[in-house]
């Protein structure tokens, strides 16, 4: 057999036989299939051609397993997946949405077998992704949480992010906008103290000898914080400043010596020297 190309057009001429004609096309994926062979000693005669054996030159991938459908899945498996996908997305908690595309398992597999999804997330102990009937205490407690640990007013997209413990739903469902929460937690915070402050009137109740109670209220942690400007008055570290500085109030003169848990007897540290470890570092 030999093959004579003419234009476009190549002709198979087997010995005896009249010429078959391929398109070129046809041509090529016969001569793919061939390679050379190797030539004999003293290369007389050209390289005859030999079938391509089976996956010769074909890229390798590494092995990969797939669990197979109808496999019984455990609890712990699903809890792992949800912490593991949590931890990629650098969350403390994860949405359905979220989880779906990133996940190895069917989100409604979770959903049925905890329950509901916020019972997974608890279970495998992530914070409550989309939480409902949130009370204004616990949404300003989230605020001032992010406003102490930046130094500064947070921002939304900061409330997917740790510390935060409450999405972006609840304060929309609540208020409407971010900055209407804002502002609406300013307001409350800068108000004066006593003035509708949840748990405030039973802290005080609880501990009829003393005029304060030894922890301060949110409103009170605000104005304390906003009037040492998120630093620390020893040293004036600031998560503003410098990430990973932690605040805390200290009263100047101790409670346990007769002061009281008011503004004037409050005042912000960083944790070194509310620690008695000097400056901070």
Known sequence: MFLAFAGERALVRPTGAKACEFRPVAVAAMLGSLVPSPAPSGGARPPAWTE???GQNMEKKPFELSRVSGQQVSNADLLD???RVAASLGKTT???KEYRPLGRFDDS???RRFGSWNRALKAAGLTISNEVDLSDEQLFENILALWQHYGRQPRRRELALPPSRISQSPYKRRFRSWTIALETFVAYANAAEGAGAPGDVARAESEPARRTSRDPSL????????????ACR??????AIQAGVELHLDHVKPWSKGGETVLENLQTFCRPCNLGKGAHG
């Open 234 to 239: 020893s040293c004036g570290a600031s998560p």
């Open 109 to 111: 597999t979770t959903t």
């Open 52 to 54: 391509r054996a089976p």
């Open 81 to 83: 997946d949800l912490r």
């Open 219 to 230: 409103r009170l942690r605000f104005q304390v914080l906003q009037r040492d400007r998120f």
């Open 94 to 96: 994860v949405g359905q």
